[in-house]
């Protein structure tokens, strides 16, 4: 499967901003998917998984009550609608998919992933 994740860009601290990861191929509901983030000098990072039918879910701690993440299997598309953005959540964000059933929150787990959308916030 291939992702693009697009709907990045610049916002102030406490807006909102909505990623989306398109999927191609027609085997999207299959797929476990979830968004990582990376800032610059870190590692990777675990943001927020979906399950396939997307009734499960899990968040990093650092973005609970903020992120929520989402998918539309008919459009073969995971969202995560980001509210109360802060300078610290500034990172390229990544979508990914894996073909297990298991919510993982290790980038080992995931076998696809799409390029990364750069998101900054400013203070």
């Known amino acids: 499967v291939q992702l693009q994740a697009s709907g990045g860009g610049l916002v102030q601290a406490g807006d909102s901003l909505i990623l989306s990861c398109a999927a191609s191929?027609?085997?999207?509901?299959?797929?476990?998917m979830a968004w990582f983030r990376q800032a610059p000098g870190k590692e990777r990072e675990f943001v927020a998984v979906i399950n396939r039918s997307g009734f499960r879910k899990n968040y990093a701690d650092s973005v609970k009550g903020r992120f929520t993440i989402s998918r539309d299997n008919a459009r073969s598309s995971v969202y995560l609608q980001m509210n109360s953005l802060k300078p610290e959540d500034t990172a390229v964000y990544y979508c990914?998919?894996?073909?297990?059933?298991?919510?993982?929150?290790?980038?080992?787990?995931?076998?696809?992933w799409g390029k990364g959308t750069q998101v900054t916030v400013s203070s």
């Open positions: 990914a998919a894996d073909a297990t059933p298991y919510l993982s929150v290790a980038t080992g787990a995931y076998d696809y």
């Open positions: 191929g027609h085997t999207f509901s299959t797929y476990v």
